[in-house]
Nanobody
Framework: QVQLVESGGGLVQAGGSLRLSCAASGRTITSYAMGWFRQAPGKEREFVAAISWSGGMTYYADSAKGRFTISRDNAKNTLYLQMNSLKPEDTAVYYC?????????????????WGQGTQVTVSS
């Protein structure tokens, strides 16, 4: 059974940057598309970004386009999310997940393995 562990969250001022990592163990992620989601207090979990198994295709929520970059290192079994120009509205717990085949990458129901999340707090 795969385990996903996110790291890299923290407190940052508006305009700053953070790089989130998601380390997988128990199963290679090489063959799977993966994604990042976030959940702010009192809100539903929402799609942030996704990447194909090879890294050749990426998808972003409108809120992330131009500021966030998703990437992966299959040799290290690790997924990344580089977040620049952070805004207070980016404050949330960020989760990585493995996508199952068959549904679009932006659909939360397409993901069946989740990490425990890492807190990102952006102060104004």
């Amino acid at each position: 059974q795969v385990q996903l562990v996110e790291s890299g969250g923290g407190l940052v001022q508006a305009g700053g940057s953070l790089r989130l990592s998601c380390a997988a163990s128990g199963r290679t992620i090489t063959s799977y598309a993966m994604g990042w989601f976030r959940q702010a207090p009192g809100k539903e979990r929402e799609f942030v970004a996704a990447i194909s198994w090879s890294g050749g295709m990426t998808y972003y929520a409108d809120s992330a386009k131009g500021r966030f970059t998703i990437s992966r290192d299959n040799a290290k079994n690790t997924l990344y999310l580089q977040m620049n120009s952070l805004k207070p509205e980016d404050t949330a717990v960020y989760y990585c997940a493995i996508k199952s085949p068959g549904r679009t990458a932006t659909n939360i129901k397409a993901y069946d393995s989740w990490g425990q999340g890492t807190q990102v707090t952006v102060s104004s």
